[in-house]
């Protein structure tokens, strides 16, 4: 019930008349799938759900040249998460960039709590970002989803 009336929140943000002045998202994004890979240790083991549907909604080159994101998705261990980051972006082609993100990520449940820095690969509409650490070995997230531009 929480990621029905978290999505019903965000839907109803971008209204029009809410967004007036140039404070519209430029992008929305929909994650979609996750891959972990490497030793999670044994208290994750291979549980993960690594189908991780939600919205976030960007607001491009703004404050600094950044990205500035916020948004929710189901986790890999199936609880809400809400996700802020700031990301700088650079073009290498005429559809693709890559970057680097920042993000904060806070679970509702028993997912992950912290910051996250990530880098990221945008080509036309699709998304992959990759997340490693490196506590007692390498281990990761690799996410994918779709972005599509909001046009005003």
């Keep these: 019930m929480q990621i029905r009336s978290l999505f ?3 839907a109803l943000s971008l209204a029009p008349p809410a967004l ?3 404070r519209a998202p430029d992008y929305l994004s929909i994650p979609l799938a996750s891959h972990h890979y490497g030793d999670w240790g ?3 083991g291979d549980r993960f759900n690594e189908f991780n549907p939600g919205l976030m909604l960007t607001w491009a080159e703004r404050a600094g040249g950044l990205n500035y994101t916020v948004g929710a998705y189901r986790d890999s261990e199936a609880d809400l998460s809400v996700h802020l980051s700031a990301a700088r972006m650079w073009d290498i082609g005429d559809q693709a960039q890559a970057g680097i993100v920042g993000a904060y990520i806070h ?3 028993d997912g992950y709590r912290g910051f996250a820095p990530s880098l990221q690969l945008n080509y036309k509409y699709l ?7 490196y506590d007692n070995g390498v ?5 994918t989803g779709i972005t599509l531009p909001l046009g005003h």
Excluded: I, R
Aim: net charge negative; hydrophobic share 40%.
């Design 8 to 10: 019903t929140a965000l």
């Design 20 to 22: 007036a002045d140039g």
């Design 42 to 44: 044994d208290k994750t």
């Design 107 to 109: 679970s509702f449940g």
């Design 127 to 133: 998304f992959v970002n990759l997340a490693n650490g």
């Design 139 to 143: 281990y990761g997230v690799v996410s």
